[in-house]
């Protein structure tokens, strides 16, 4: 009789220990893909911000260095062409305080933050006066200087030098515009050499001076 008695005790133990053992196995499973989701999201995250920030990207102008331009260009479609380790992922890309990208609700994803430079130019022309000598000083260190010659047709500016270096040469006079490369790390002395002294319009300068700022690059993926 009391073995009767036991055995609908021992069906609902087994029911019991059944159904938990469900759900700790359901319980595992779940935290099992959501540890699988975010060491995923965390992957790509982190590729995603070494790409952005390295030497062969297409947004920066040296490692770690962004060119603010290309970011101001960067849309969800370059960044997923040009990126594709992002597949079909929601990205949010922020930069200081402004969002570059934000394609669909990264917004709870795993987050990477770097502090990155940002390159800003701005051209800017002046005409030399060539008052004292035929040679002009720019104000500011660049890497790059376009010249538009127009001197009058019996002048002829043959030579042009970048503190000391030949970086233009025509014996029958140089006209027209031409881009140079100087040297970022010191000052350029640009110094012309002509038939006759030159006079203010004859050459126009545009240099492209730099300014680099320190800024925080906020990457977040989910998936």
Do not use: C, W
């Amino acid at each position: 009789m009391r073995a009767q008695t036991s055995l609908p005790a021992l069906g609902v133990a087994l029911l019991l220990l059944t159904t938990t053992a469900g759900l700790g196995i359901a319980f595992a499973e779940g935290a099992f893909g959501s540890a699988e989701r975010d060491a995923a999201e965390r992957r790509v995250a982190v590729a995603l911000s070494e790409r952005l920030v390295g030497p062969e990207s297409s947004l920066t102008t040296r490692a770690n260095t962004l060119n603010a331009t290309a970011v101001g260009a960067l849309t969800e479609r370059r960044l997923r062409t040009q990126y594709p380790v992002v597949g079909d992922r929601d990205v949010r890309i922020r930069l200081a305080d402004r969002t570059v990208v934000d394609a669909g609700t990264a917004a709870d994803g795993h987050t990477v933050r770097r502090i990155v430079g940002v390159r800003e130019t701005q051209p800017r022309a002046y005409d030399p006066t060539f008052d004292a000598s035929d040679e002009t000083t720019l104000p500011r260190r660049t890497d790059e200087v376009t010249l538009d010659f127009d001197p009058p047709r019996r002048t002829a500016i043959r030579t042009v030098r970048a503190n000391g270096r030949v970086v233009l040469r025509n014996v029958s006079g140089i006209r027209g515009r031409a881009t140079v490369d100087v040297s970022r790390f010191e000052t350029t002395t640009l110094r012309f050499t002509a038939n006759r002294s030159l006079s203010t319009g004859d050459v126009q300068v545009t240099y492209t001076p730099a300014r680099t700022t320190k800024a925080t690059l906020v990457v977040t993926v989910d998936d």
